[in-house]
């Protein structure tokens, strides 16, 4: 408590004033943050190049045909850094992806989550860093 | 050795040139969140109050609660230039503080323009590694000739309370449609360089000094991958190519290695800004105890600002990091990489 004082408190819940985004990273440039997916599949091509990791997967669905949607993370340095690496993804494995639509309708998308049929989740932190 | 996490106080920098004819008895606190409404720690907030001279910055805590006291009334300006790039910026141009006020001031932070995508927001993964590095409790290294010793794995941060340019009219506009359009053109996204000082070496990558009495060699993991700094008392060529990196010549004074490049390519942006040929830059890095340095940069550039743009940087030591190769070989969003 402050002493010695008069105090008048004015209470101000302030959202974000929406200021331009100065920053750099262009993933909002090339995907959606209103248009948010997620998809089961199973991998069938893993891409583990810079600048960016992307993985392909296939969904099926009955009564259409099979889709290939492709994914894509931040790069293979910061994931190594993170404790994951080239071989913590399989071609045939099951997973399911939480992300966001790439803004030009092609089947692609920028991933939030990755997580397998166990519930475990992939490329995130390992350690406590916060 | 000792193992000594990065500590955040929430102890304010308050500066107030013309106190003497004010009441400094108003504050401001409150929460910082993110969209979800989970509390950011060691995010930065600064009110100024050009009537008073008033510049008051602090980090929130680990629990993102802030505070600062001592203010005088006014009209403030509140910001947060937040760590790039899971947040938004905030800015607030108009908070009023009434005299012997306590005004409770909550900001939620929108998500920014990396959308938490895995792996590879710069603020995220440079907060993970800052927190897992062991730094020994001794004073600054030296070398055998009398310098301190920056050699070792560095994290670049960016300046917390960047202060905005004052960009000649041609180049704001230009900076403004360069926003506007997302940076969807930024070198960057066409696996070139970034604004000195990060260049290539700016988390989430990391960057290796190597220093030699007559050279400092900083190691990029993204391009260009190097970069020399030459300490032989040479002086910069007469036509210096244009280029990225620029030429760059330094010398110790005291403590701090001061480095000063010329000859840069127009084809870099500085921030959203462009460039012109007489874009000069001058590095002042000051390694202040053994985890941390100081790099105070000058971007000094008459063609595109009305007086040079000034950045404070922190980097930290990070010695449990390695560097890692970096190919930019599948940029699939600029696969032509035509200018």
Redesign the interface.
């Known amino acids: 408590m402050?002493l010695g004082?008069?105090?008048?408190?004015?209470?101000?819940?302030?959202?974000?004033?929406?200021?331009?985004?100065?920053?750099?990273?262009?993933?909002?440039?090339?995907?959606d943050?209103e248009q948010p997916i997620e998809l089961t599949g199973t991998i069938t091509e893993i891409?583990w190049?810079?600048?960016?990791?992307?993985f392909y997967i296939d969904i099926e669905s009955e009564g259409s045909a099979t889709e290939n949607w492709g994914f894509?993370?931040?790069?293979?340095?910061?994931?190594?850094?993170?404790g994951?690496n080239h071989k913590s993804l399989e071609v045939g494995q099951v997973v399911t992806v939480i992300?966001?639509l790439a803004r030009d309708g092609s089947q692609r998308g920028?991933?939030?989550?990755?997580t397998l049929p166990t519930g475990e989740s992939l490329?995130?932190?390992q350690?406590d860093?916060? | 050795m000792v193992s000594r996490k990065h500590f955040v106080g929430v102890c304010a920098l308050l500066v107030i040139h013309n106190a003497a004819a004010q009441s400094s008895s108003s504050s401001m606190f409150g929460l910082v969140t993110d969209q979800n409404g989970a509390p950011l720690g060691d995010v930065p907030i600064r009110a100024v109050n050009d009537a008073t001279d008033t510049d008051a910055r602090v980090f929130t805590s680990t629990s993102g609660s802030y505070e600062l006291e001592g203010l005088p009334a006014g009209e403030y300006v509140v910001t947060i230039s937040a760590p790039c790039c899971a947040l938004q910026d905030y800015s607030n141009d108009s908070l009023m503080l009434e005299p012997n006020q306590a005004f409770e001031l909550n900001i939620q932070l929108l998500e920014g323009g990396s959308l938490n995508v895995l792996g590879d927001d710069p603020g995220t993964i440079a907060a993970e590694l800052r927190n897992r590095q062991i730094i020994p409790d001794l004073p600054v290294p030296r070398t055998e000739y009398g310098t301190p010793d920056i050699s070792g794995i560095w994290l670049i941060n960016r300046d917390p309370f960047p202060e905005a340019p004052k960009a000649l009219p041609w180049a704001e506009a230009i900076s403004e449609e360069r926003i506007a359009n997302g940076q969807a053109n930024h070198p960057h996204n066409r696996c070139l360089p970034n604004e000195p000082p990060r260049y290539g070496g700016g988390t989430p990558f990391i960057t290796k000094f190597i220093q030699a009495p007559e050279l400092v060699v900083f190691l990029f993991e993204d391009v260009p991958g190097f970069r020399q700094i030459f300490l032989d008392d040479r002086d910069h060529p007469e036509v210096p190519n244009p280029s990225w990196m620029g030429h760059s010549i330094g010398r110790w004074e005291g403590d701090t290695l001061v480095v000063n490049t010329v000859g840069f390519t127009t084809r870099g942006w500085t921030y959203t800004y462009p460039r012109t040929e007489m874009m000069r830059l001058e590095e002042r890095y000051t390694r202040v105890e053994y985890g941390r340095m100081d790099v105070r940069v000058t971007i000094d550039d008459p063609g595109v600002f009305e007086e040079p743009l000034v950045r404070n940087f922190r980097f930290d030591f990070a010695p449990q990091e390695k560097l890692i190769e970096y190919m930019c070989e599948n940029n699939k969003w600029y696969p032509d990489d035509a200018e």
Do not use: D, K, Q
């Open positions: 402050r004082f008069l105090r008048g408190l004015v209470s101000a819940i302030a959202l974000a004033y929406v200021a331009p985004i100065i920053a750099h990273h262009s993933f909002m440039a090339v995907f943050p891409e190049m810079n600048p960016h990791v992307w894509e993370m931040g790069s293979p340095n910061g994931l190594i850094r993170r994951w992300g966001v920028a991933v939030r989550t990755v490329f995130g932190a350690n860093s916060r």
